[in-house]
């Protein structure tokens, strides 16, 4: 398979936990970018990546999210103290260029 | 925030009818794109237009685009059960191709 991959697919934890998703993008890509998604709405983006740097950042980042892309390659995105309120489905994607965005299948976070 | 507002909220249909969807949003853009979601997947991308394109053709979809109006129109013909899904548009507006904003979708259900 040489879409976008996520992992894991199904992330359960207890609030104050902390937890880190990985995403692997199509290979020839440099752009990597991350969305979240809560229940009934669109995708809002989080961050964004060209090869190994952090170009973009959205707001609602706060402090407890750390985004990386070591080498250019796959990233991760940690959570750190995890809230009730993170829980939602964290989505990534990846282009060659500035147009279609290829999205992997999502990691689902539930906080209890 | 989400720039983008879809209406209908929710379509349901028969098979073989035609979906019309729409997508307003607030500011300039450099294109337009529609993806679509089935429930609890990533998201599939389905047409980009650029915002000096008035309308674009991908077998069974037409996508329409009124800059003066800032407005776009997705139109799926002879739909299929298989088309049952979300359906979202997202506009790139960032100088640097960093984001997508998306709407909050439309979920269209064709009955067979």
């Known amino acids: 398979d040489t879409g976008v991959s996520q992992d894991p697919r199904h992330k359960i934890t207890k609030r104050g936990q902390n937890v880190t998703f990985r995403c692997d993008p199509i290979?020839?890509?440099?752009?990597l970018y991350w969305y979240r998604q809560t229940l009934g709405q669109g995708p809002e983006f989080l961050t964004y990546?060209?090869?190994?740097?952090?170009?973009?950042k959205s707001r609602l980042l706060s402090d407890r999210f750390s985004a990386e892309r070591p080498k250019g390659s796959f990233s991760t995105l940690e959570i750190q103290r995890t809230e009730q309120g993170d829980s939602a489905m964290y989505l990534c994607?990846?282009?060659?260029?500035?147009?279609?965005?290829?999205f992997g299948p999502g990691t689902r976070l539930t906080v209890t | 925030s989400q720039q983008g507002e879809e209406d209908p909220q929710a379509l349901s249909i028969q098979e073989g009818e035609n979906a019309t969807m729409n997508c307003s949003y607030k500011?300039?853009?450099?294109?337009l794109q529609w993806y679509r979601q089935n429930s609890g997947r990533g998201l599939v991308h389905l047409i980009l237009?650029?915002?000096?394109?008035r309308e674009k053709h991908s077998g069974r979809l037409r996508v329409t685009l009124d800059t003066s109006k800032k407005s776009s129109s997705l139109l799926i013909t002879a739909s299929r059960a298989a088309d049952t899904a979300s359906y979202f548009c997202?506009?790139?507006?960032?100088?640097?191709?960093?984001?997508?904003?998306f709407g909050e979708g439309t979920q269209l259900t064709v009955n067979p």
């Open positions: 994607a990846s282009s060659l260029v500035r147009y279609e965005q290829y």
């Open positions: 290979s020839e890509h440099n752009r």
């Open positions: 990546f060209q090869n190994e740097a952090q170009l973009e």
């Open positions: 500011t300039s853009i450099n294109n």
């Open positions: 237009i650029r915002s000096n394109e």
């Open positions: 997202a506009t790139d507006a960032s100088t640097s191709g960093s984001r997508l904003t």
